[in-house]
T-cell receptor, first 113, second 116 residues
């Protein structure tokens, strides 16, 4: 069974600083996708970044980048130059088949002014 | 593109009553998903459709839950004889099916259910 673990229930960071959110997963599959979703207080989930397991290069989207360690089954999210609007719940997710995307329990990130 | 739309956004119901939620996916998306999210937890998969066919159901989806997507467009999720444990946010999402698991899933804002 695939599981996703986010070991940091809450984190905070000062505005303009860098923060890293951790995620580990467990799977026996070799080809899969990993995602980070953001859920602001308005509650709509928004895709932040995704990573294909067969790609060694870490995905990057503007201030957001991932550190994907396939052997260690680790998928951390780095947010650079944190902004107040980054305050949200962040969910790590794993997908082998799109009919069953598994989410972690989330990390609540607070960006402090 | 108006995104995934869900209604009602909030529903308070008495235990034992039936409730129905509606989801309108992004228009060209052929896949539609339902998830349940409780406070402090990530979304849990309930079921998904490809066009009008319901292809997968989680064991979380008890007999009191039924989902339909009759014309392959909007979907409804009905909960019969609601229980307090059904209190949660019900998230709908949609995607455009592609080969492999890589297509992006877009979520609606969710429908909050409170059973009193």
């Amino acid at each position: 069974a695939q599981t996703v673990t986010q070991s940091q229930p809450e984190m905070s960071v000062q505005e303009a600083e860098t923060v890293t959110l951790s995620c580990t997963y467990d799977t026996s599959e070799n080809n899969y996708y990993l995602f980070w979703y953001k859920q602001p207080p308005s509650r709509q989930m928004i895709l932040v970044i995704r990573q294909e397991a067969y790609k060694q290069q870490n995905a990057t989207e503007n201030r957001f980048s991932v550190n994907f360690q396939k052997a260690a089954k680790s998928f951390s999210l780095k947010i650079s130059d944190s902004q107040l609007g980054d305050t949200a719940m962040y969910f790590c997710a794993f997908a082998y088949n799109n009919n069953d995307m598994r989410f972690g329990a989330g990390t609540r990130l607070t960006v402090k002014p | 593109d108006t995104g995934v739309s869900q209604n009602p956004r909030h529903k308070i119901t008495k235990r034992g009553q039936n409730v129905t939620f509606r989801c309108d996916p992004i228009s060209e998306h052929n896949r539609l998903y339902w998830y349940r999210q409780t406070l402090g937890q990530g979304p849990e998969f309930l079921t998904y459709f490809q066009n009008e066919a319901q292809l997968e159901k989680s064991r979380l989806l008890s007999d009191r839950f039924s989902a339909e997507r009759p014309k392959g467009s909007f979907s409804t999720l009905e909960i019969q004889r609601t229980e307090q444990g059904d209190s949660a946010m019900y998230l709908c999402a949609s995607s455009l099916a592609a080969k492999g698991p890589g297509n992006t899933i877009y979520f609606g804002e969710g429908s909050w259910l409170t059973v009193v």
